[in-house]
């Protein structure tokens, strides 16, 4: 089932009032979708743990409370939520349709911490609230707009530094950034501490083809002022056996195909696109959490057998949270949703199709019928949840 207009409908600009900014990071929740998701039966929308801008019970929470809880409890935060071209399209501004985008339009009017359809590069930060109280934070994929999220939400949040990345695979959404992560590593007095970098082999390569120096190492002798990040590449097989620790987190490899056909200049070409898609063509999600378990594919066309089964209800057993590209699945993703069943989903990804609270709209609907709460995220959103 489909989660966009006729064309037609989509058209038409959406007039609703935004949350002023110190909501916005907690909740985009309508009224409306806080009715129908507290008609839920009450085990598929609240659960000991995890409390989520879906929650009616925190559609407004304070900043305050939100500082406290940061404090002792683990958290998970949308640096970005968009496309590889990520929102505004700039096309849509400098060519402006009749009538506007109205998505893309809504960027004139409001800044990106008080608009829900202003999207950068998918990106995830987990911090992951230790035992003994100590926060490590877990930068999952560095895209072309890793500079403005930090601006933008490593100074909302208050996150000091980055201790470990995770890639997901070797496409420039996902790597382009890694040339500004010198500004979030942690440092000593004299010293650049060297970070642990998770990826596959083939990004490796990928990587030190293009930014050859972030990989070498090769540093003149006495330059201190040198801006490059320090990194200590790790190298992960994906595959869901294979688990990994990053900053005292275990993730387990989700293996997936992504979506070949972006690469548009080849598109008409069977052969190469054939190519791509056995060896270039896989993606890597993740599952993480021994309390709650959250699962996250941020760039797939298809779901493999195996991945599909160890995040599935009917398989290795229920998630709580499960965070999915829809960009390039639109109503896929929702059958995608039916078969694993998690407890609550969140969509990612979205291009300038996705009007967010129209399509929350819709999807509140869908959750109704369905039984299982999903929503659009947004940019700068965080969600409290007990890893």
Known sequence: MAIIKPRGEAEQETKCNLLP?????????LPSHAKIISKLPRNTRTQPGIRTAMDPDHAATSPASCAASSSSSSSLIFLGTGCSGALPDARCLTQPSTPPCAVCSTVLSLPPDQNPNYRCNTSLLIDYCHDDGTHKYILIDVGKTFREQVILWFVRHKVPSIDSIILTHEHADAVLGLDDLWMVQPSSRNDIEQVPIFLTRFTMDSVATRLPYLVEHNQDE?????????????????????????????????????????????RGLYLFRLLMFFFWGTCLGFLFGRRARVAYLSDVSRILP???????????GQLDLLILETNTLHGVSLDAVKRICPKRALLIGMNHEFEHYRENQMLAEWSLREGIPVQLAHDGQRIFIDL
């Not at 900014?21 to 929740?29: A, I, Q, R």
């Not at 195996?306 to 290795?316: L, M, P, Q, V, Y």
Request: glycine share 6%.
């Open 21 to 29: 900014s110190n909501d916005l990071e907690t909740t985009t929740l």
């Open 222 to 266: 006495g330059d201190q002022v040198a801006r490059a990040a320090q990194l200590s590449w790790r190298i992960i097989k994906g595959d869901v056996d294979k688990p990994f620790v990053s900053s005292g987190l275990e993730l387990v490899p989700l293996p997936v195909r992504v979506n070949t056909a972006k690469c548009h200049a080849w």
């Open 306 to 316: 195996r991945t599909e089964h160890e995040i599935s209800k009917c398989g290795a």
